[in-house]
Every structure is written in structure tokens, then in C-alpha cells.
């Protein structure tokens, strides 16, 4: 059974630090590009990182570029990909959702196979 599973969202002042995790399993997801998309209340969804199957190689929103970060590491049965996010702004507030693709630097929700249920993430004071 395929999962992704988000956690550490919450709510955390302006100018504040969260680190998101997901862990992914039932699948050989060492082998997938992994990414974090976020959906603000009455926007459509939108990309923030990727990171490619091994790591090496990451890509990110405009928006989140310099103060967030994403990583991964790969186990045998399970993968987790990490999202830290400093800096945060009211605007970063949002569900934030894992997903993978086979798809190297995609970053299209469409490019999606397996989505998480997203963890909410607040910034406010």
C-alpha cells in the first residue's frame, strides 16, 4: 500500500522555522523524484522544491528560494523528504503536501503520481 505521510507543520510566528517531513512507502521511492507543493485558502495548488531520486539535484519555487530547503534520505523500505523552511512569512502560510513523480525536475501537479494527506502550516502572530 502506497503512503506518503507529512508531519511537522503548526503554527509558528513571522520570521520563524518549521521542518516538514514525509515518509513514503510502498513503493521503491529511493528511485523517485520527490516534492513539496503547498495550497494557500482560495488558491490553487503550487509547486515550492523538488529533489531528485538521490538527492543531488534540487529545484525550487522563486518565492521560497534561499529560505527553504529540501532533502531526503533513502532506506530501504521507506524514504523520508524533508522540508526546512526558514525565514517564514504570513504568505508561506498554507497545506503542504508531498508527492512523488519519476519525473526529474517536474514541477507540475500533474507530473504527480502519489500525493500525502498535507500537514497545515500557519504563520502568523
Known amino acids: 500500500q502506497v503512503q506518503l505521510v507529512e508531519s511537522g507543520g503548526g503554527l509558528v510566528q513571522p520570521g520563524g522555522s518549521l521542518r516538514l517531513s514525509c515518509a513514503a512507502s510502498g513503493r521503491t521511492f529511493s528511485s523517485y523524484a520527490m516534492g513539496w507543493f503547498r495550497q494557500a485558502p482560495g488558491k490553487e495548488r503550487e509547486f515550492v522544491a523538488q529533489t531528485s531520486w538521490n538527492g543531488d539535484n534540487s529545484y525550487y519555487a522563486n518565492s521560497v528560494k534561499g529560505r527553504f530547503t529540501i532533502s531526503r534520505d533513502n532506506f530501504k523500505s521507506t524514504v523520508t523528504v524533508y522540508l526546512d523552511m526558514h525565514a517564514l512569512h504570513p504568505e508561506d502560510t498554507a497545506v503542504y503536501y508531498c508527492?512523488?513523480?519519476?519525473?526529474?525536475?517536474?514541477?507540475?501537479?500533474?507530473?504527480?503520481?502519489?500525493w500525502g494527506q498535507g500537514t497545515q502550516v500557519t504563520v502568523s502572530s
Open positions: 508527492a512523488a513523480t519519476t519525473m526529474h525536475g517536474a514541477t507540475m501537479e500533474h507530473e504527480y503520481f502519489y
